[in-house]
C-alpha cells in the first residue's frame, strides 16, 4: 500500500484542501496603455486612475480526500483563479488556503517546455518543475511516451510538435505519477476522442488510488459522469456547492 493510499484509508472523510473566506483582487488601469513608456510617463505624472477588482470573493469550501471536485462557470467567473490560488500560484488577497499533500497542477499543458530541446529532454525537465528527480521520471519514461504516443517523435525538438502533440506530452508527464492532487485546467479536451478517453480512465485509475482530483471545464455533461460534487463559480462568488445533476441543472437555468 502507497503512502497516499494509507492516508486516504485512514481518514476518507477528513479535508485535504480548505479555502476560509478567500479573497483575491487585481489593481487595473482604468484605461488602455499602450506601451511602458506611457505608462511610466503617466505613472510619475501621477495621471494613471487604478480601480480594484475581485476575482474571488469570500470563497469557502472544503475538498475531500479521494473525491472529484468540478468547478465550473462563465468566462471571466473565477475558475482559473481559483485554481491558481489553490496551487499557490496566487496568494489570496484575503482568507486562508490549507493544503495537505503535493499538488500536479495542470493549470496549463507542457508549461515549462523549452522549444528547442527533444520531447525526451522535455519529459525530465518538466518533470523536474513538477518535483520529480531524474531516477523518478527514468522509471516511468517509456510508459509516458508510450501514452502520449510519440514513440516516433520523442528525440526531435518540442518546436516541430503539433499542438495536439504537444498537449498530449504535456498531459502524459503531468500525470506520470499519482499525485496527492491533480488539477485541471480546461485540459480534457485535448487530442483526438481516443485519447480523451485514456485521459479520463487515467483520472479514474488515479481516483481508485485514493488521489484527489479537482478539474474545471466547459464540458458539463462528462462532469456529470465524473465528479463527486460540483462548485459554480459566478463572478468570483459560489453560488452553489453540490451534486453534478442538481449544479449544473441550476447553472444552465440560469444560462437559457
Keep these: 500500500m502507497s503512502d497516499l493510499e494509507?492516508?486516504?484509508?485512514?481518514?476518507?472523510?477528513?479535508?485535504?484542501?480548505?479555502l476560509d473566506n478567500v479573497s483575491v483582487s487585481y489593481r487595473l488601469p482604468?484605461?488602455?496603455?499602450?506601451?511602458?513608456?506611457?505608462?511610466?510617463?503617466?505613472?510619475?505624472?501621477?495621471?494613471?486612475?487604478?480601480?480594484?477588482f475581485w476575482a474571488l470573493t469570500d470563497v469557502s469550501m472544503q475538498i475531500r480526500h479521494g473525491e472529484v471536485f468540478g468547478i465550473i462557470g462563465n468566462n471571466g467567473a473565477g475558475k482559473s483563479t481559483l485554481l491558481k490560488v489553490i496551487s499557490k500560484v496566487l496568494k489570496p488577497t484575503k482568507g486562508r488556503v490549507?493544503?495537505?499533500?503535493?499538488?500536479?497542477?495542470?493549470?496549463?499543458?507542457?508549461?515549462?517546455?523549452?522549444?528547442?530541446?527533444?520531447?525526451?529532454?522535455?519529459?525530465?525537465?518538466?518533470?523536474?518543475?513538477?518535483?520529480?528527480?531524474?531516477?523518478?521520471?527514468?522509471a516511468v519514461f517509456d510508459e509516458t511516451v508510450q501514452f502520449a504516443e510519440l514513440e516516433q517523435f520523442i528525440?526531435?525538438?518540442?518546436?516541430?510538435?503539433?499542438?495536439?502533440?504537444?498537449?498530449?506530452?504535456?498531459?502524459?508527464?503531468?500525470?506520470?505519477?499519482?499525485p496527492d492532487i491533480l488539477i485541471l485546467d480546461e485540459i480534457l479536451s485535448v487530442g483526438d476522442e481516443?485519447?480523451?478517453?485514456?485521459?479520463?480512465?487515467?483520472?479514474?485509475?488515479?481516483?481508485?488510488?485514493?488521489?484527489?482530483?479537482?478539474?474545471?471545464?466547459?464540458?458539463?455533461d462528462s462532469m456529470i459522469g465524473m465528479c463527486d460534487r460540483i462548485a459554480w463559480i459566478d463572478h468570483g462568488i459560489?453560488?452553489?456547492?453540490?451534486l453534478p445533476e442538481e449544479v449544473i441543472a441550476d447553472y444552465r437555468g440560469d444560462n437559457i
Design 6 to 18: 494509507a492516508r486516504t484509508k485512514t481518514s476518507p472523510n477528513d479535508s485535504i484542501i480548505m
Design 30 to 52: 482604468s484605461e488602455r496603455i499602450g506601451t511602458f513608456k506611457e505608462y511610466a510617463i503617466r505613472k510619475l505624472q501621477r495621471k494613471i486612475k487604478i480601480q480594484k
Design 98 to 138: 490549507v493544503v495537505h499533500g503535493k499538488i500536479a497542477p495542470l493549470l496549463e499543458l507542457g508549461a515549462g517546455f523549452h522549444p528547442e530541446l527533444s520531447g525526451r529532454e522535455n519529459v525530465f525537465l518538466n518533470g523536474a518543475l513538477l518535483g520529480y528527480s531524474h531516477a523518478e521520471m527514468e
Design 155 to 178: 528525440n526531435s525538438p518540442i518546436r516541430t510538435y503539433s499542438s495536439g502533440m504537444y498537449a498530449r506530452l504535456g498531459f502524459a508527464v503531468a500525470t506520470a505519477h499519482v
Design 194 to 220: 481516443a485519447f480523451q478517453k485514456k485521459s479520463r480512465e487515467r483520472l479514474q485509475s488515479f481516483q481508485q488510488q485514493g488521489a484527489t482530483v479537482l478539474m474545471v471545464s466547459h464540458a458539463l
Design 238 to 242: 459560489v453560488r452553489k456547492i453540490g
